[in-house]
């Protein structure tokens, strides 16, 4: 006998949005379809935003999990690896809402796992989602709830939890505006799990009870994927050179990283905008400055006399990292907050970062501590790039990456024991 639904209040803030919801249908496939005009949804795909699946559901226990963007994905990865390993009558669902997650997830899947776009906040979208896929579990990554999702799967009875939640002081702020919408939704999760002790009182702040500390799940994510018979084929066309890469850039990183080439004229420099819209703009800009460049998009190997190899690709992270000894991980010199720096280092890639990483604060202040990574100040890359220490850097970040996967073992127990699979 399945065990009765609790009943949790719902406030004033929550009853006026459900209500609202119910409207959306009347812009939803408008919206979309303006969307797709523009290239911001996937052509084949869209109509999963729609609530309608466009994979089967599996003969087995599903868990469904959801993070907002690219980053808070792949970070899912090693979370669901040793839940697969402890439940292998499980399978994964991981929903996302942009195009880009999508394509860059493709490539990295884990083991019986599929990836959908999870539908618009309407009870008729959501209805059809859910009834498709009967999940087990529910998991919420980071900070990301969608109030109609969440009480539609917990007036369903399937257990919610919410994992490697981070929460600045300034959403905070924007959030106890509005406490009691949040602490409605989150009354109705049966275990909460936030990456440090800060995020910890904001949750508890927010209305969250027994919020558990488990750290940051991406140190944890497994490597990101590359194809072996390209990567060896770059390998040996670039034998003899050394490469770094400059990954997820923005304007202010990709100033910093072609300073730091015209002192490096005997290195490759692939440079990764975190945009590769912005690709045209980039290599005008290089050439103006009087680098050789071939774009990834043409084809073919970089030449000797290449100096920039512009990375005008989705889902190639991998190979890049795998190619480089050292990592510029973008988003420190634009007010941007910084990108994810364990991807290189599970690599081997030693990381170098610009001055503004609160996006990733936790993350960067542990590296630091290890000497596992390098703030570089602006016009210092290249004389952090000649710097011999890069090696020992390199190795001492990826003994953290080790040490991460060693820790998920009861945090997946605990959730698996809420899908009544342990």
Same mark, same amino acid.
């Given at each position: 006998?399945?065990?009765?639904?609790?009943?949790v @209040?719902?406030g004033?803030?929550?009853?006026?949005?459900?209500?609202?919801?119910?409207?959306?249908?009347?812009?939803?496939?408008?919206?979309?379809? =303006?969307?797709?005009?523009?290239?911001?949804?996937d052509?084949? @795909?869209w109509?999963?935003?729609?609530?309608?699946?466009?994979a089967?559901?599996?003969?087995?226990?599903?868990i469904?999990?959801?993070?907002?963007?690219?980053?808070?994905?792949?970070?899912?990865?090693?979370?669901?690896?040793?839940?697969?390993?402890?439940?292998?009558?499980?399978?994964?669902?991981v929903?996302?809402?942009?195009?880009?997650?999508?394509?860059?997830?493709?490539?990295?899947?884990?083991?019986?796992?599929?990836?959908?776009?999870?539908?618009?906040?309407a009870?008729?979208?959501?209805?059809?989602?859910?009834?498709?896929w009967?999940?087990?579990?529910?998991?919420?990554?980071?900070?990301?709830?969608?109030?109609?999702?969440?009480?539609?799967a917990?007036d369903?009875g399937?257990?919610?939890?919410?994992?490697n939640? =981070?929460?600045?002081?300034?959403?905070?702020a924007k959030?106890?505006?509005?406490?009691?919408?949040?602490?409605?939704?989150l009354? @109705?999760?049966?275990?909460? +799990?936030?990456?440090?002790?800060?995020?910890?009182?904001?949750?508890?702040?927010?209305g969250?009870s027994?919020?558990r500390?488990?750290g940051?799940?991406?140190?944890? %994510?497994?490597?990101?994927? %590359?194809?072996?018979?390209?990567?060896?084929?770059?390998?040996?066309?670039?034998?003899?050179?050394?490469?770094?890469?400059?990954?997820?850039t923005?304007p202010?990183?990709?100033?910093?990283?072609?300073?730091?080439?015209?002192?490096?004229?005997?290195?490759?420099?692939?440079?990764?905008?975190?945009?590769?819209?912005?690709?045209?703009?980039?290599? +005008?800009?290089?050439?103006?400055?009087?680098?050789?460049?071939?774009?990834r998009?043409?084809?073919?190997?970089?030449?000797?006399?290449?100096?920039?190899?512009?990375?005008?690709?989705?889902?190639?992270?991998?190979?890049w990292?795998?190619?480089?000894?050292? %990592?510029?991980?973008?988003g420190?010199?634009?007010?941007?907050?910084?990108?994810?720096?364990?991807e290189?280092?599970?690599?081997?890639?030693a990381?170098?970062?610009?001055?503004?990483? =609160?996006?990733?604060?936790?993350?960067?202040?542990?590296?630091?501590?290890?000497?596992?990574?390098?703030?570089?100040?602006?016009?210092?890359?290249a004389?952090?790039?000649?710097?011999p220490?890069?090696?020992e850097m390199?190795?001492?970040?990826?003994?953290?990456?080790?040490?991460?996967?060693?820790?998920?073992?009861?945090?997946a127990?605990?959730?698996?024991?809420?899908?009544?699979?342990?």
């Amino acid at each position: 006998m399945s065990e009765p639904i609790p009943i949790v @209040r719902k406030g004033a803030l929550l009853q006026i949005y459900l209500l609202a919801s119910q409207a959306l249908p009347l812009l939803g496939q408008p919206l979309l379809r =303006r969307r797709l005009r523009r290239g911001k949804e996937d052509t084949t @795909r869209w109509r999963e935003k729609l609530g309608e699946p466009s994979a089967r559901k599996p003969e087995a226990p599903v868990i469904w999990m959801h993070a907002v963007g690219l980053g808070e994905v792949l970070a899912l990865r090693g979370l669901i690896g040793e839940m697969s390993a402890k439940a292998p009558e499980a399978e994964f669902l991981v929903t996302s809402s942009a195009r880009s997650s999508a394509q860059v997830l493709a490539r990295n899947l884990p083991a019986r796992t599929r990836h959908q776009f999870l539908p618009l906040d309407a009870p008729g979208y959501l209805k059809r989602f859910l009834d498709h896929w009967q999940p087990a579990l529910s998991i919420w990554a980071e900070q990301e709830l969608w109030p109609g999702a969440v009480v539609a799967a917990h007036d369903r009875g399937v257990p919610l939890a919410m994992v490697n939640a =981070r929460i600045s002081a300034k959403s905070y702020a924007k959030r106890a505006r509005v406490r009691q919408l949040y602490a409605d939704l989150l009354a @109705r999760f049966k275990l909460v +799990s936030a990456q440090d002790q800060a995020t910890a009182c904001r949750l508890e702040g927010l209305g969250a009870s027994s919020v558990r500390i488990d750290g940051s799940l991406k140190p944890a %994510a497994p490597a990101l994927v %590359a194809d072996e018979a390209e990567h060896a084929r770059l390998q040996a066309g670039l034998s003899g050179r050394s490469v770094w890469v400059a990954a997820s850039t923005h304007p202010g990183d990709e100033t910093e990283a072609l300073l730091a080439a015209h002192t490096l004229p005997e290195r490759l420099l692939i440079l990764v905008p975190r945009d590769i819209r912005r690709a045209d703009d980039i290599a +005008s800009e290089a050439i103006k400055q009087g680098f050789s460049v071939l774009r990834r998009s043409q084809g073919g190997l970089p030449a000797d006399t290449t100096r920039i190899w512009l990375a005008d690709s989705y889902g190639e992270m991998g190979l890049w990292y795998r190619l480089a000894d050292a %990592a510029l991980v973008g988003g420190g010199f634009d007010e941007i907050g910084g990108h994810n720096p364990w991807e290189p280092a599970a690599l081997g890639a030693a990381v170098l970062h610009g001055p503004d990483v =609160r996006n990733f604060e936790r993350d960067y202040a542990t590296l630091r501590e290890a000497q596992a990574a390098r703030q570089v100040a602006r016009g210092s890359l290249a004389d952090a790039l000649k710097d011999p220490e890069l090696f020992e850097m390199a190795h001492r970040a990826h003994a953290l990456v080790e040490r991460a996967r060693g820790s998920l073992a009861p945090l997946a127990t605990e959730l698996l024991a809420l899908a009544r699979l342990q």
